[in-house]
């Protein structure tokens, strides 16, 4: 599990950490600085837009290929894909820049970004508030399709096999949907969009209105596969290889970078 549910809206655990890791040098750094107020909440709230932009640079400049098509894509800052590395470069930068005349402080705010930027590592990395997936394999699940025949699950083997629990009412599932209906066009990929607790109805007037159409689009009215997906809410996308095993999990809007890394190594 990567996120965690607040009544509607998912937190991505990563963003969670990395709000407690800047409370954190925000008090850190105001008491060992020895900065102005002005002057420390100049460095501070620079460090994060510096942070902030450098890592989202890194990561599109690493993903450039998944952009290209929708350039767009790179503002939308509430979806993943941050540059670890650059975001760190890019703080650091800013901290020798804005305190150059101050060495003291210079050095100590260098120190105390770089302790900031390996807590958070370790925290993303070991997860204190997450746990693994759930599913380890495609379940033993049976669900109907949009024509009422039954798909079981366990049987869709035998290639790479991406799993999207969804619903209409969810914002974040209908703007991934194009998506994932570009990998059901490819050969060798199974994309199964599990709608998750509606009828029929509003399923199929959905995609119908918007002209998506997908091999297996199955309805979940118990919401089966999120009870054994373990996910804490929709959207979530699972990718399996071809023996059925699972590989990734994603909780939240799924990227067109996320999805060309899933299936472009396989």
Known sequence: MDAIALGPVLLPLPRLYALAVALLLLAASAFLLGLPRRRHARWFNGLVIAWLAGARIGHVATHLP???DAPLDALKLWQPGFHTLWGLLAALA????TLRQRLGAMLGALGLTLGASLLWLAL????????GMALRELPELTLDNLEG????????????VVINLWATWCPPCRREMPLLAEADARDDVTVVVINQGEDLLP??????DQGLAFEHALLDP???MLVASGAPGLPTTLLFDAEGRAR?????ELTRATLDAWLGER
């Open 66 to 68: 998944s952009y290209l």
């Open 94 to 97: 800013w901290s020798a820049w």
């Open 124 to 131: 993303v990395t070991l997860a204190p508030l997450g746990g």
């Open 149 to 160: 025949e039954p798909v079981a699950l366990a049987s869709l083997t035998g290639q790479t």
């Open 203 to 208: 399923v199929v007037r959905y995609l119908d």
């Open 222 to 224: 118990r919401q089966s």
């Open 248 to 252: 990734e999990q994603h909780v939240g």
